[in-house]
């Protein structure tokens, strides 16, 4: 449970309360657009609990004030994570290649400034001018990775985090299934842990957190009512039975640094 507030209002945020706030906007989203099948898939509750999850990893090495970037947005379900726990204390910034009117409703809830890109990789802002940047679903889909990141260092203020999200792990059996069973839906470029934190290295970010991304133990331990011991049996079980090596997605998060 997390409260935040300003003078005049005051809010208690819960993980129910950020379930039913997602559902509730691919539910108007999906209202205006009801054939989007981006937007079915991703706005099952299962997904927005995953979601949640990956945010409250990822919370915690973010500023307690400042400017965020959400870095190719898309209907931005991040911007709206960051705007209902954190309300006014963050200035958030969005960007992607797409009319942000594609996605009004999370757009609006997020009340962030979304600005569309016209470069695959330049970025409309000044140098230094960010705290934070989060990247979900995204270093994996532009032209070149390298290049990108170094124009996130370039935004980025020195210390300031980036969050790398649902990056396509190599050794996913999904993938496999994807691109040699049904030869479609996968994606052109993989990673492998020790790989993505060199490549962060490389562009001037120190990797402070790199996992495996399903939490499929935690998931197993809520659902057998066992949550309160959920941290500790977790990170057991992923060393007893790695399972989630094979069957995830990557996170990280990266540090700027001004030496190494």
């Not at 049996?233 to 039975?241: E, H």
């Amino acid at each position: 449970m997390h409260e935040h507030g300003s003078a005049g209002s005051h809010v208690v945020v819960t993980d129910r309360f950020l379930q039913d706030s997602l559902e509730d906007l691919y539910a108007q989203q999906l209202a205006l657009d009801p054939d989007n099948a981006y937007l079915v898939e991703h706005g099952s509750p299962a997904w927005i609990a995953n979601q949640i999850r990956t945010f409250h990893w990822y919370r915690e090495y973010l500023p307690s004030g400042g400017n965020v970037l959400d870095w190719g947005c898309n209907h931005a379900p991040d911007c709206c994570l960051l705007r209902a726990w954190f309300g006014d204390r963050l200035t958030l910034y969005s960007c992607d290649l797409i009319d942000h009117h594609s996605y009004e409703v999370f757009h609006r809830f997020a009340a962030s400034s979304y600005t569309k890109l016209e470069d695959s990789v330049l970025l409309p802002y000044p140098p230094k001018f960010f705290d934070a940047v989060i990247s979900s679903g995204v270093l994996e889909h532009v032209a070149m990775d390298y290049e990108s990141l170094k124009e996130l260092y370039r935004v980025l203020k020195p210390g300031g985090v980036l969050v790398i999200s649902y990056l396509p792990n190599w050794l996913s059996y999904k993938e496999f299934v994807r691109r040699v069973a049904r030869q479609r839906d996968f994606h052109r470029r993989l990673y492998g842990k020790g790989e993505a934190k060199q490549l962060l290295k490389r562009c001037g970010f120190y990797p402070i957190s790199a996992r495996y991304h399903t939490f499929v133990w935690e998931r197993w331990l809520e659902r057998c009512g066992l949550g309160r011991w959920e941290p500790e049996l977790a990170r057991l079980l992923a060393q007893l039975l790695p399972i989630h090596v094979f069957s995830s997605t990557l996170c990280l998060v990266g540090q700027k640094m001004t030496t190494m």
